[in-house]
T-cell receptor, first 115, second 115 residues
Framework: GDSVTQMEGPVTLSEEAFLTINCTYT??????LFWYVQYPGEGLQLLLK?????DKGSNKGFEATYRKETTSFHLEKGSVQVSDSAVYFC??????????????FGTGTRLKVLA | AAGVIQSPRHLIKEKRETATLKCYPI?????VYWYQQGPGQDPQFLIS???????DKGSIPDRFSAQQFSDYHSELNMSSLELGDSALYFC??????????????FGPGTRLTVL
């Protein structure tokens, strides 16, 4: 079945450091890919998305490129801030055989940015 | 813009009690998804509805049931609650008629605590 694999956290960085959170996936069809962010005690906020190969999603300085050849959707940011401290989830939506667009989430990566 | 509304936001129940969680999707969205996120876990898909019919089923216990009503709101009914049911329950909505098919919009979640 479909799955998402994320790098394990926690990831601890100093402010202004470069961030990469790896995400790879397996899917039967052609999934859409998403990154969600969850701040402590809050819900899931869409960070960025991509629907097809070579699409680049970007938002708030974060970027991720849909790489079909490596089945990856790595999240990057050039300069992190303390306010970026949160848990980041990679997710895919693939109707596959079920015909529905339920999300499959990765296990989440906790990011802590130190001032 | 209108968002997904969930009620209640917090709920405390005793073991073996019942609980009902409600979800009001974004207007004109026809699909509702329910997810369960245990402490420190990734969200797990429970069940979905499209046009008031169940469209997919995930790891939902038999003690749980759900439905989508004529106004498209959905309710998740949980009976014989167990300690392990303590989690954050998310509802998400989407529209199969949207250009970007597959994107879900999440509510803030209902935090259920079973004592």
């Amino acid at each position: 079945g479909d799955s998402v694999t994320q790098m394990e956290g926690p990831v601890t960085l100093s402010e202004e450091a470069f961030l990469t959170i790896n995400c790879t996936y397996t899917a039967t069809g052609y999934p859409s890919l998403f990154w969600y962010v969850q701040y402590p005690g809050e819900g899931l906020q869409l960070l960025l998305k991509a629907t097809k190969a070579d699409d680049k999603g970007s938002n708030k300085g974060f970027e991720a490129t849909y790489r079909k050849e490596t089945t990856s959707f790595h999240l990057e940011k050039g300069s992190v801030q303390v306010s970026d401290s949160a848990v980041y989830f990679c997710a895919l939506s693939d109707p596959g055989t079920s015909g529905t667009y339920k999300y499959i989430f990765g296990t989440g990566t906790r990011l802590k940015v130190l001032a | 813009a209108a968002g997904v509304i969930q009620s209640p936001r917090h709920l405390i129940k005793e073991k073996r009690e019942t609980a009902t969680l409600k979800c009001y999707p974004i207007p004109r969205h026809d699909t509702v998804y329910w997810y369960q996120q245990g402490p420190g876990q990734d969200p797990q898909f429970l069940i979905s509805f499209y046009e008031k019919m169940q469209s997919d089923k995930g790891s939902i216990p038999d003690r749980f049931s759900a439905q989508q009503f004529s106004d498209y709101h959905s309710e998740l009914n949980m009976s014989s609650l167990e300690l392990g049911d303590s989690a954050l329950y998310f509802c998400a909505s989407s529209s199969e008629r949207e250009v970007f098919v597959g994107e879900q919009f999440f509510g803030p979640g209902t935090r259920l605590t079973v004592l």
